[in-house]
Nanobody, 126 residues
Framework: QVQLVESGGGLVQAGGSLRLSCAAS????????VGWFRQAPGKEREAVAA????????HYTDSVQGRFIVSRDNTKSTVYLQMNSLGPEDTAVYYC???????????????????WGQGTQVTVSS
């Protein structure tokens, strides 16, 4: 069992940066595969990035490749999403999610994750 809490969201101007954090409780968090998703009003939840338990492998959706970086510090039970060159299209509620297995080909499928945080709002003004 793991509980996830996101933080770091806020209002930023276009071109700016934010770093989101996903803090987890649970002694086995270091073994979990973690993904970041976002959902804008009126749109479906979209996969953004994901990272394996040891940080060795990462995945990104095309629209954030080269701008966002996912990382983790298992000593702090925290996964990060560094977001750079933000644009209004990045405005959404951002969620982190955890899975007990490596979702190599299904990392972008929300239903494959068993644990979710409550989300943090990111708003990018133009």
């Amino acid at each position: 069992q793991v509980q996830l809490v996101e933080s770091g969201g806020g209002l930023v101007q276009a071109g700016g940066s934010l770093r989101l954090s996903c803090a987890a409780s649970g002694r086995t968090f270091s073994s979990y595969f973690v993904g970041w998703f976002r959902q804008a009003p009126g749109k479906e939840r979209e996969a953004v990035a994901a990272i394996t338990w040891n940080g060795a492998l990462t995945h990104y959706t095309d629209s954030v490749q080269g701008r966002f970086i996912v990382s983790r510090d298992n000593t702090k039970s925290t996964v990060y999403l560094q977001m750079n060159s933000l644009g209004p299209e990045d405005t959404a509620v951002y969620y982190c999610a955890a899975a007990t297995i490596y979702l190599r080909t299904a990392w972008g499928v929300p239903g494959r994750y068993g644990y979710w945080g409550q989300g943090t709002q990111v708003t990018v003004s133009s």
